[in-house]
């Protein structure tokens, strides 16, 4: 791996790893809502295909903790803040407000919860925390093929991850150049998001939140996701790597 330079020099870098849309698992409660949407729960609107083997695969290769979110993004979002038109998908969105919340208190809350303790719990303990949030997208999108394999999503008003990306970015290119590897691409790292409402909790030198999009056309076989996984793995620019 090459080696990063942390922003702080009294802290040591850590990473986390979490994915919000590794699943497109429904809980029993909530199953009778989805009862004639498997399509739509088995298309890229309900799981980031592929997003949860990469993080798996990541999260063993650096011995460290993944964390996950259980639920569907059909069920609630957990990419999105409360407010996000989104964040209920045109199946949930209409269930009385009471249902909404119990849905956000018993998936939304404990899965935001636990990220942002690992974050504070390190940051307190004098690391500077690298957190790779996981996802992949679909090739094409309203008929638009778009014209990337690996997007790295970060906000470029703050140094250390602008720095950071650009890294990854030309380690990567170096380890795979047939690659198409674009920064803030196919989404912009600003947009809403958790790394996004992270952000607002932690200081630039302290977090640093980084989206890994990969394109879903790379992983649908089980050798091209390992390789994809790999390349990944071996480019990361990291100094250290603790167990979180």
Known sequence: MN?????????????LLSCEHAVNHVPAAY???????????T????????????????????NIKL??????????????????????SEVTKHLPTMIKQQIIAQYYLPYRQAVEQVIQ?????HH????????????????????????LLYDPKRAPE???????????KKQANHLRIRLNSP??????????????KFPPELYLGIEVESNQALLRRPSSLEHLANTLLVSLPTLRVKNL
């Open 67 to 88: 964390i996950c979110a259980t639920t569907s993004r059909l069920l609630i979002d957990c990419n999105r803040s409360l407010t996000h038109p989104h964040c209920f």
């Open 31 to 41: 199953q009778d809502l989805f009862a004639k949407q498997h399509a739509l729960l």
């Open 121 to 125: 719990t390190n940051v307190d303990n």
């Open 43 to 62: 298309s890229h609107r309900g799981i980031d295909f592929g997003a949860l083997a990469i993080a798996q695969s990541l999260a063993q290769a650096l």
């Open 3 to 15: 080696n990063l330079v942390p922003c702080d020099m009294n802290r040591k870098p850590i990473i």
């Open 128 to 151: 500077q925390v690298i957190h790779l949030s996981i996802h992949s997208f679909t090739p094409q999108l309203h008929g638009t093929i778009r014209e990337v394999d690996i997007g």
């Open 187 to 200: 989404y912009q790292g600003t947009s809403d998001g958790f790394t996004t409402a992270l952000r607002k």
């Open 162 to 172: 602008k720095n950071f990306a650009q890294q990854w970015k030309n380690s990567l």
